[in-house]
């Protein structure tokens, strides 16, 4: 007999939303205190609760993560992408880079001559997604520190103040392809929020703190 095809809501975690795949699901509460999340029988049940909100399924069985003071580092996968941006003053000379969560080795690194860390992590993250995609690594997850990049790639946009100069044209570039290239394109690599209180600074640090 056929196997019966779930909807996972996840009200709280670090990607919230609606996944027909538990393996996707689960990334988005791995290390996430307090996630919030259930599994309903149709995509219309899913996307009512998701409306909704967790309050009223609490009671009927909605998981719910125990705090437990620090993440194990068990917790961490290993096999992943890291990102980090570095900014010398905000905004100031910034630059991104992305490496091997394991081994720190470098994958990529941009710089330029005036820009915010905000922006740097956002970059860093979609050009993070844009290389997996172009690798075909459709699963391979991607963690950040930076819960407003995360928002910003969420919204598929940039909120930002940076002014728009000749030190910072190339910048609004990209961050307009970005947003562009998020708009188009649909991704399934997980983006993780790196637990820096329990893990300490994430992999792609630049260590300048």
């Not at 996307?47 to 309050?55: D, I, R, S």
């Not at 081994?103 to 690194?109: A, E, G, M, R, T």
Request: glycine share 8%.
């Amino acid at each position: 007999m056929a196997k019966k095809k779930k909807y996972y809501v996840i009200w709280k975690g670090h990607m919230p939303g609606i996944y027909d795949d538990w393996a996707k699901a689960q990334a988005q509460i791995k290390g996430f205190q307090g996630a919030l999340f259930k599994s309903f029988p149709s995509i219309n049940d899913a996307e009512k609760a998701l409306k909704v909100g967790p309050k009223p399924y609490l009671s009927g069985g909605a998981s719910k993560a125990k705090p437990s003071g620090k993440t194990p580092r068990s917790q961490i996968v290993w096999q992943s992408l890291s990102v980090d941006a570095a900014c010398s003053g905000n905004p100031g000379p910034m630059e991104y880079q992305g490496v091997d969560t394991k081994s720190k080795d470098q994958v990529f690194h941009q710089a330029f001559p005036m820009g915010t860390n905000n922006i740097g992590e956002f970059l860093a993250i979609v050009h993070g997604l844009a290389l997996l995609q172009k690798q075909n690594l459709p699963h391979l997850p991607i963690y950040t520190d930076s819960a407003t990049a995360m928002a910003w790639v969420r919204k598929k946009k940039v909120k930002t103040n940076l002014v728009n100069d000749s030190r910072t044209a190339t910048l609004h570039e990209l961050i307009i392809r970005g947003e562009n290239w998020l708009k188009t394109n649909t991704f399934t690599n997980p983006i993780l929020k790196w637990d820096t209180d329990s893990w300490g600074e994430i992999p792609a640090d630049f260590g300048r703190k």
